[in-house]
């Protein structure tokens, strides 16, 4: 029991053993040193969609809309290529036609019509 105690003792201070521990403390610092604190952009109300559709559209876009591909940003498309992309993804995305719509609505809340 002693020897396992003092095998312990000298791994840690050890020369491999600190410079394993040094490597560690410096993974962990900078880890944490570079996580960025990015505040969340104002909501800026342009639209009049409420904000429950809002809300369902942007959930059934993420949970139906990134199986296959990344995610596109809402401004990628115009609200006619958008309804061009959502006609042709229905299928592949397995949603009803009151879904489509929502994520229509959400998709083109802040784009001119
Ligand atoms: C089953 C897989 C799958 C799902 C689910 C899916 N997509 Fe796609 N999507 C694709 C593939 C494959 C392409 C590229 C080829 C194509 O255009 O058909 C694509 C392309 C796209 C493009 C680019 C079109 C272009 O030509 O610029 C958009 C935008 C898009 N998808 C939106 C969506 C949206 C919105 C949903 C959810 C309603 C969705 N996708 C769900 C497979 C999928």
């Given at each position: 029991m002693r020897n396992l105690k003092e095998n312990w003792r000298?791994?840690?201070?050890?020369?491999?053993?600190?410079?394993v521990l040094i490597i560690i403390a410096i993974g962990l610092f900078y880890k944490c040193g570079t996580v960025k604190h990015v505040p969340a952009p104002p909501v800026v109300a342009k639209?009049?969609?409420?904000?429950?559709?809002?809300?369902?559209?942007?959930?059934?876009?993420?949970?139906?809309?990134?199986?296959?591909?990344?995610?596109?940003?809402?401004?990628?498309?115009?609200?006619a290529e958008w309804k061009d992309n959502l006609n042709a993804m229905q299928r592949k995305a397995k949603i009803s036609d009151a879904q489509k719509e929502t994520i229509y609505k959400y998709l083109t809340a802040n784009i001119k019509k």
């Open positions: 000298f791994r840690i201070s050890s020369k491999p053993g600190m410079i639209t009049t969609i409420n904000n429950d559709t809002l809300m369902a559209g942007k959930t059934l876009y993420v949970n139906n809309c990134q199986k296959c591909h990344k995610l596109y940003s809402p401004d990628a498309y115009n609200a």
